[in-house]
């Protein structure tokens, strides 16, 4: 695991109150884009960080995680 999925980690709970049902991506330990596609948070997160790969997550709701439990 590197150390933007560990930052996702991290951050998970705060990550599905702010951002529920929404795709995030992270790079350099840090949130660069929040949208409604995989592809567009890692379309934006690779123009402000083209030399990176970043690590992108739909971000469940509460109610999807209930069916986790």
Not at 46 to 49: A, G, H, L, N
Not at 65 to 69: N, P, Y
């Given at each position: 695991?590197?150390?933007?999925?560990?930052?996702?980690?991290?951050?998970?709970?705060e990550?599905?109150?702010?951002?529920?049902?929404?795709y995030?991506?992270?790079?350099?330990?840090?949130?660069?884009?929040?949208?409604?596609?995989?592809?567009?948070v890692?379309?934006k997160a690779?123009?402000?960080?083209p030399?990176?790969?970043p690590?992108v997550?739909?971000?469940?709701?509460e109610?999807d995680?209930?069916?986790?439990?």
């Open positions: 695991m590197d150390k933007d999925d560990l930052w996702i980690v991290e951050h998970f709970s990550l599905v109150t702010k951002y529920p049902g929404k995030v991506a992270v790079v350099n330990e840090k949130l660069v884009a929040v949208g409604n596609s995989g592809k567009e890692e379309d690779r123009e402000i960080e030399s990176k790969m690590s997550l739909r971000v469940p709701r109610e995680m209930a069916c986790l439990l």
